[in-house]
């Protein structure tokens, strides 16, 4: 990506430069503008793509951890009284949800994933730890 961005930066002020040996100066200040908005999108869609949510079943414990480079946000849930409900969607095509439910709390997982690994998952904590397994055809 940095190899990109040096050459976006080359030809965009090789091609003001140009322009500015011409007589054409005004071009420089808005190609310095461009590239600064280009490296801003970049860095914005690399931030945003670094986010993680990590699942552990530990002991009698289930962790769930969400943050961008590094865990921001924790929720704990008893593995004994941790419900998983896959919800369908309320309207066709949209995703289904999976949620991890112990008492009033309830945390949705596994969002930036289709369907099929959002199944996958369930089944995959289902087999860990042996958890009562819940199927909910109505979205709330």
Excluded at 7 to 24: K, N
Excluded at 44 to 63: L, Y
């Amino acid at each position: 990506m940095r190899c990109f961005l040096i050459g976006m930066c080359v030809i965009s002020f090789g091609i003001a430069i140009g322009f500015a040996m011409v007589g054409l100066w005004l071009v420089l200040p808005f190609a310095g503008l461009e590239m600064l908005v280009l490296i801003f999108a970049f860095h914005t869609v690399q931030k945003s793509s670094a986010s993680r949510e990590v699942v552990s079943v530990v002991d009698e414990r289930i962790i769930i951890e969400t943050g961008k480079t590094r865990p921001e946000k924790s929720c704990v849930f008893q593995r004994a009284w941790t419900q998983i409900l896959l919800q369908a969607p309320q309207i066709k095509g949209y995703p289904s949800r999976l949620l991890l439910r112990c008492g009033s709390r309830q945390v949705e997982v596994g969002a930036c994933l289709n369907n099929d690994e959002r199944q996958a998952l369930r089944r995959r904590l289902l087999e860990l730890k042996g958890l009562p397994q819940v199927f909910s055809t109505v979205a709330e």
